[in-house]
């Protein structure tokens, strides 16, 4: 049975930083593209990071570049996103998930894309 279990998230002032953490367990792991969405109430899931099974490739919403970074451990079957320099704006629940490929080196930015998902952390970053 594939499992995602997301972890870390919490309450946080403007301009922290938290890691939040996405084990995942019933498949091959290295065999999925991975990704992080957000879903902040009353809004749709949106993208934020996405990594490549090999982990060389990433890629980040514009609103994240330069303050999430995600990265994975094939090892021991985990993603991670760590955000940075963290905003009101980013309050949302994060989701991770995942999306079987060939390539090695593609990356999935698409909601339709990803074929598992998590039960989301929930951020919360106050003014």
């Known amino acids: 049975q594939v499992q995602l279990v997301e972890s870390g998230g919490g309450l946080v002032q403007a301009g922290g930083s938290l890691r939040l953490a996405c084990a995942a367990s019933?498949?091959?792991?290295?065999?999925?593209?991975m990704g992080w969405f957000r879903q902040a109430p009353g809004k749709e899931r949106e993208f934020v990071a996405g990594?490549?099974?090999?982990?060389?490739?990433?890629y980040y919403a514009d609103s994240v570049k330069g303050r999430f970074t995600i990265s994975r451990d094939n090892a021991k079957n985990t993603v991670y996103l760590q955000l940075n320099s963290l905003r009101p704006e980013d309050t949302a629940v994060y989701y991770c998930?995942?999306?079987?490929?060939?390539?090695?080196?593609?990356?999935?930015?698409?909601?339709?894309?990803?074929?598992?998902w998590g039960q989301g952390t929930q951020v919360t970053v106050s003014s």
């Open positions: 990594i490549s099974r090999s982990g060389g490739n990433t």
């Open positions: 019933g498949r091959t792991f290295s065999s999925y593209a």
């Open positions: 998930a995942d999306g079987i490929l060939i390539s090695t080196t593609a990356i999935l930015s698409m909601r339709w894309e990803y074929d598992n």
